[in-house]
């Protein structure tokens, strides 16, 4: 079974800064990768996915991640935050080979400051 | 406009009465899904269905039934057995392609109990 750690609940950004979110995962084979992104109240709004191939990939928004096998991570990044990317971010895992369950990670909240 | 559509977007329940929940889908996508979003907790799989008129059970279906008689529907019903429904549900849908299969998620319903 696969598994996801987001080990930072809240993180606090100015606005302008950099910002990267952690995302580890547990798996024996080659996952499948995303970044969602949920404002207040609403759904979950995919940013990025990773398949195969380029283990740089880009997203909407700006939003970059980062798969390192070595390291079971796949990061997600942003070069300059804006007031409107506070919202609470996810990382999921899934499994190659059909419609198989997702696991998603605990959330990382994010507030930024002017 | 393609999309996912919930609803309602609030629903109060009453103890011992079962309620229900809609998810409707016209983007074609053959497998859909519900989710409990609890603070802290990130997602969990309630029921997901991968065809017409067949379901499986995710990690918590205690109290929760589900029907898929189209496509396009999806509904939720939490029943007077599920003892904690206050949660926030959502309801995704997903395309393959290949073997690589991405879900897209609906606005959510927030479920109080009176």
């Known amino acids: 079974a696969q598994s996801v750690t987001q080990p930072d609940i809240h993180i606090t950004v100015s606005e302008g800064a950099s910002l990267e979110l952690r995302c580890n995962y547990s798996?024996?084979?080659?996952?499948?990768l995303f970044w969602y992104v949920q404002s207040p109240g609403q759904g979950l709004q995919l940013l990025l996915k990773y398949f195969s191939g380029d283990t740089l990939v880009q997203g909407i928004k700006g939003f970059e991640a980062e798969f390192k096998r070595s390291q079971s991570s796949f990061n997600l990044r942003k070069p300059s935050v804006h007031w409107s990317d506070a919202a609470e971010y996810f990382c999921?895992?899934?499994?190659?080979?059909?419609?198989?369950?997702?696991?998603f990670g605990t959330g990382t909240k994010l507030q930024v400051i002017p | 406009d393609g999309g996912i559509t919930q609803s309602p977007k609030y629903l109060f329940r009453k103890e011992g009465q079962n309620v229900t929940l809609s998810c409707e889908q016209n983007l074609n996508h053959d497998a859909m899904y519900w989710y409990r979003q609890d603070p802290g907790q990130g997602l969990r799989l309630i029921y997901y269905s991968q065809i017409v008129n067949d379901f499986q059970k995710g990690d918590i279906a205690e109290g929760y039934s589900v029907s898929r008689e189209k496509k396009e529907s999806f509904p939720l019903t939490v029943t007077s057995a599920q003892k904690n429904p206050t949660a926030f549900y959502l309801c995704?849908?997903?395309?393959?392609?290949?073997?690589?299969?991405?879900?897209?998620f609906g606005p959510g319903t927030r479920l109080l109990v009176l």
């Open positions: 999921a895992v899934g499994r190659p080979g059909g419609y198989q369950k997702v696991t």
């Open positions: 995704a849908s997903s395309i393959r392609d290949r073997d690589q299969e991405t879900q897209y």
């Open positions: 798996y024996g084979a080659t996952p499948y």
